[in-house]
């Protein structure tokens, strides 16, 4: 989430009003713990998946397909273990209200999405990936790469994660809450990190369920209570949080 748009001061006081609301508060934290549950139930499921077979196999009971492994949906298990992981860090430092590590996370986090979206483009990238040397990986992997092979992630959002929590940079005062005592502006950059790590998340979600939908034979029919309860959170969080409202908002089409 960017910096506070310029606005006309009574809209500019509405905004600060609702970051700081304590029933919106609540709203987003409520999102990104239920679908971080999600995102570490298919963690789980998917860990041992990918060694009976991956989503190419239809039935892990049959003796000739048990034990088959896949390299690229055991590289898709390693990415999401990653997200998974990088995922629940920051949601306990949201409540341990360090947010300039959860800055740092989230620009890790943009960076397994990147690498899902490629994988969701061509398995066989997930291949290459997981067999990759450290020196092939900063070849062929590196963030820049990667945003150009997808062709749908932004730059400067990439670079913003960077100034405010990938590299230590001035930037990242803003989120460092004991040099801000008086509370003045650190409890805004606070609100609206947390609101950025909720989007992050649904972002993450949504590259996992997309890669799995299309990819995994058995996904759609063996995880479909968490991807009930995912898009149920998703829709309450967007329902009950008017600045996510405002800021997932479709544009009309005449």
Known sequence: MQAEPELPDESREELRHALLDESLVAARVQYISTVLAVIVNIEDWLAIDSWLGGGKVDDTERSEEFGVAFSEFRAVSTVVSMAAELAEAAVLMVEKRRFYAVGAVLRQLIECEYLLSMFDEDLDHARRWRESTPDEVRESFTPAKMRRIVGKFS??????????GGHPAPKGARLLEKLDPARQA????????????GLHLHRIWTAIDALLVKYHSRYERVRAEQRRLAEDAWTHWREADVVVAALTERPSVS
């Open 186 to 197: 650190w409890p805004y950059s606070a609100a609206e990190l947390t609101i950025d790590l």
């Open 155 to 164: 730059n400067e959002e990439y670079w913003n994660h960077c100034s405010a």
